[in-house]
């Protein structure tokens, strides 16, 4: 589903990601692991085609990233995800669906399917200003699956949420996962990727350290939290 070949991105002195290859299979629940500032983010940019590569490729689903088609299967939740305080989810969710040009009748069933997902009924009529960040979440998620996208990107969904969003978001990934879904995740809470995930990838100052099964990577009594503090401080 993903493929990096020999991806280095650079901010004029600065090397942000440097020759970084790996591959993510469909159907499978990745985390991007690393301190801040390891270049995480820069490939979530370079997956989107917000920014390109200085040298090397990507492609999803078998398609270059620079191409505006793979685009079309992917779904995308950012870090600092936002909603218009004036709206309510529902709203949301169907101004969503507008920018995916989806009929009326199909737009509202998809809403009425996602709101049943995201577990927010009888809520979705609320204005956003009253919503939970958790809740807020949700929606994001939402929006992010609308149109059932074959890949789904995450940057830090957890972000600020208290334990109990935190098991709402995991729960609602694995839910997604369950139906066969792509998942590449950002996140610095390491339990919640042991947790879900089925692979990861380390990388620290822009180069790959460490790509592997978790269950491979975490080894004689070891958390993901200490595999990943040894391999940073090497």
Not at 67 to 80: D, F, K, M, V
Not at 186 to 199: A, F, G
């Amino acid at each position: 589903m993903i493929v990096l070949k020999n991806v280095t991105k650079r901010y004029d002195s600065l090397t942000a990601v440097d020759d970084v290859s790996f591959t993510v299979k469909a159907g499978e629940c990745f985390a991007l692991l690393g301190p801040n500032g390891a270049g995480k983010t820069t490939i979530v940019k370079m997956l989107l085609d917000f920014t390109r590569p200085t040298t090397g490729s990507l492609s999803l689903g078998g398609i270059p990233s620079t191409h505006a088609e793979c685009r079309t299967s992917i779904g995308y939740l950012a870090e600092n995800h936002h909603i218009p305080s004036c709206l309510s989810g529902w709203n949301y969710l169907m101004r969503c669906a507008e920018l995916l040009d989806l009929g009326r009748s199909d737009a509202m069933d998809q809403c009425r399917r996602i709101v049943e997902l995201i577990g927010m009924q009888g809520r979705e009529q609320t204005k956003v200003g009253a919503y939970s960040k958790g809740m807020i979440q949700r929606f994001g998620l939402g929006a992010a699956i609308m149109g059932d996208p074959k890949l789904l990107i995450l940057d830090e969904p957890t972000s600020g949420l208290d334990p109990i969003g935190i098991r709402e978001i995991r729960q609602l990934l694995e839910s997604f996962k369950g139906k066969g879904m792509t998942i590449f995740l950002n996140s610095h809470l390491l339990s919640e990727v042991e947790k879900i995930c089925d692979t990861a990838a380390i990388i620290n100052r822009g180069k790959l350290l460490v790509k592997d099964a978790i269950a491979d990577i975490v080894k004689d009594g070891e958390t993901l939290e200490d595999v990943f503090v040894r391999v940073v401080r090497g």
